[in-house]
């Protein structure tokens, strides 16, 4: 379900012109539908023996359904540059989800089992460290469950040890294989580091970044700019849709589904297309260099 690139038009099939980012908005409104009746169809009914690998796939892919929502809701109110702040998000997702098709089957469980723990007991052991043991005790926590939180944190963190060995991840990681070594392992690394630089200053404090959307000419003041807040919208939708893409037939393999169960083959490919005609949004602009047309 590979989106094609193609060099970009503005002109639709009529004729008319519309904007780079009508166009892709319009989209992305596409694909959230499609996207909404495809996680829609996937049933999954927990019981003990569901697998765990199976709960993942399915909450990855409704999550990151719901972010290309609430993307197209930030871009409604103005505010669709804070969008390239999911892409970090949903670019782990996508590639740790492939991975852990690849672990064998008899330690997937407990691999996410032990990461479940292991993100769980970190949690609750920050907030008591923040918040106090007393004050924790108050929010509900029983004081027998607290004590008991350090040894299941242990027994995470050993797990996850011996499962670093059975797996094959490099040595000198702290607890789980960075995300750049999950990429190479799903040979995606060419888009990691694209789409690590281009969504690490959207969620770290970035000089560069507080200076790419602050726009000033010698004889004018100050002022934030359009163009730039418009690109970001642009591009994190591109990103996402990619992405998502991606994640969807991950999904759909783990519940060894065919890619076009719930919606027609013809439908997805209409809007593959439509979305393909747009091409690459690049991370940056020539703008943002004062690069101008003479």
Same mark, same amino acid.
């Given at each position: ?13 009529? /004729? ?63 505010? /669709? ?77 050993? !797990? ?7 797996? /094959?991840?490099?040595? /000198? ?14 040979? !995606? ?27 000033? !000419? ?7 700019? !359009? ?68």
């Amino acid at each position: 379900m590979a989106v094609t690139n193609h060099s970009s038009s503005h002109d639709d099939d009529t /004729g008319n012109t519309e904007t780079l980012d009508a166009m892709i908005d319009k989209s992305a409104r596409e694909f959230h539908g499609l996207f909404e009746a495809l996680c829609n169809f996937i049933e999954l009914e927990y019981s003990t023996e569901t697998p765990l690998l199976k709960i993942a796939g399915k909450s990855v892919f409704d999550r990151q359904t719901k972010t290309l929502g609430s993307s197209i809701i930030l871009g409604e109110s103005g505010n /669709g540059q804070l969008a390239a702040s999911f892409i970090r998000q949903i670019y782990e997702e996508k590639v740790w989800l492939k991975y852990l098709t690849t672990v064998p089957a008899n330690l997937v469980n407990k691999l996410l089992k032990s990461m479940a723990l292991y993100d769980a007991m970190r949690g609750l052991r920050a907030f008591v460290e923040f918040a106090d043991l007393k004050e924790t005790i108050r929010f509900g926590f029983p004081l027998s469950f607290l004590l008991q939180g350090e040894s299941s944190l242990k027994v995470a963190k050993k !797990d996850l040890g011996e499962l670093a060995r059975e797996l /094959g991840w490099p040595k /000198g990681n702290k607890v789980l294989p960075s995300t750049d070594w999950i990429a190479k392992e799903v040979d !995606d690394y060419k888009t990691y580091r694209y789409l690590f630089s281009a969504s690490s200053r959207a969620v770290h404090f970035s000089v560069g970044e507080i200076f790419r959307n602050s726009w000033f !000419d010698d004889d004018i003041p100050l002022h934030l700019g !359009d163009i730039r807040r418009t690109h970001q919208y642009v591009f994190a939708l591109d990103c996402l849709i990619r992405m998502i893409i991606e994640t969807y037939e991950t999904a759909y393999a783990i519940f060894e589904l065919p890619l076009y169960s719930a919606v027609s083959e013809e439908s997805v490919m209409e809007t593959i297309g439509r979305f393909g005609k747009i091409g690459r949004i690049p991370m940056v602009i020539p703008e943002e260099f004062n690069l101008r047309e003479n």
